[in-house]
Each structure stands twice: as structure tokens, then as C-alpha cells.
């Protein structure tokens, strides 16, 4: 597991450098128009229930490539509890989109978590860890800044996924 941990951390920061020197490279290259083409966004989940809490952040940063096409980074973090069961998961996620039409959005994204399982039935204790690989096809409505719509994991696993449906209702806003 330590080891899975570390390949992960390596993976992160193999990414943040490669950003970093992409970033560098266009400002030495007298290029500084790239920050007027970055938005952040990202989104914010609470929910609470009969002996159940969820919490789930994810903040994101998209590149505007061009009027159409946008891409960029995010990182996703949920937490929930159901009574004595707790599942921790956490990673990267990889976001593009196209716009074909000012109001219609296309997008895909790829999505690395790391899950984290403690269960206990009966007193018993079991733990399970492992990752977990969604690839989600979007479109959705955009209006400036927000979009809604709904997503689909063509790499659905019923019984490992972090999702209930393979089927997702989304908003987004970038500023």
C-alpha cells in the first residue's frame, strides 16, 4: 500500500513539474498572455442523512486553448460516513472540454481515485483499499461561466466505483 502511495505522490508531482515548466517556458518565450487564459473553478458537495455525512471538494483549474476547446487539472477529494462505515477517497483528474456551439459543451474526463473502505459488520472490522478508474463523456448547457448537464462512466463498476449510477447530473462554474 505505501508503495502504491508513493507511486501516486510521484505521479502528482510529475504533473506539477511538467505544468510548471510548460508555464515557465511560455513566459521566457515572451509570452505572458497565459494566466488571461486559465479559470479556476471546481465544486463543493455536503450531504447528510439518517446516520450519514458526505463531504466532497474538488478544485480545478482549465486552460482556454482556444474559443472551443479548454483543458486542465483537478483535484478531487470526498469523505463519507454512514454510521460506523467511513470510505476516504482522493486523486487526480484529467478535464477537457469542447464547445461546438457557444451554448453546448462536450467534455471528458478521466478520474484516478484512491479509495479507502473501513467497514464494520458485527464487530468485525474490514478494511479495503484500492484504486479506482472513471472515464466520463459529457454535454451540458453552458451560460458564460456555468454549465449543467450529465455525465457518463464508460468504465463503470458496479462494485467498486465511488459512484452509485454510471449516470451523473454536474454544474460547473469557472471564474
Known amino acids: 500500500m505505501k508503495s502504491q502511495f508513493s ?4 505521479q502528482i508531482l510529475s504533473i506539477f513539474i511538467f505544468c510548471c515548466s ?3 517556458n511560455s513566459q ?3 509570452n505572458n498572455d497565459f494566466w488571461k487564459d486559465v479559470q479556476f473553478g471546481g465544486g463543493i458537495s455536503l450531504g447528510f442523512g439518517n446516520q450519514s455525512f ?3 471538494v474538488s478544485p480545478s483549474g ?3 486553448v482556444n474559443s472551443d476547446f479548454a483543458t486542465g487539472l483537478s483535484l478531487n477529494f ?3 460516513k454512514f454510521g460506523d462505515d467511513k470510505l476516504l ?3 487526480p483528474s484529467f478535464i477537457n472540454f469542447y464547445n461546438p456551439l457557444p451554448y453546448l459543451q462536450l467534455s471528458g474526463e478521466f478520474e484516478q481515485w484512491r479509495i479507502n473502505i473501513d467497514q464494520n459488520f458485527n464487530s468485525i ?5 484500492y484504486w479506482y478508474s472513471a472515464l466520463f463523456f459529457g454535454i451540458g448547457y453552458t451560460q458564460q461561466n456555468f454549465t449543467i448537464g450529465i455525465r457518463y462512466d464508460v468504465l463503470f463498476d458496479e462494485t467498486r466505483s465511488l459512484y452509485a449510477d454510471p449516470w451523473i447530473p454536474f454544474v460547473r462554474f469557472y471564474f
Open 7 to 10: 507511486k501516486f505522490l510521484l
Open 22 to 24: 510548460t508555464i515557465l
Open 28 to 30: 521566457s518565450n515572451g
Open 54 to 56: 458526505n463531504l466532497g
Open 62 to 64: 482549465i486552460f482556454q
Open 78 to 80: 470526498n469523505y463519507s
Open 89 to 91: 477517497a482522493y486523486g
Open 125 to 129: 472490522s474490514i478494511e479495503d483499499n
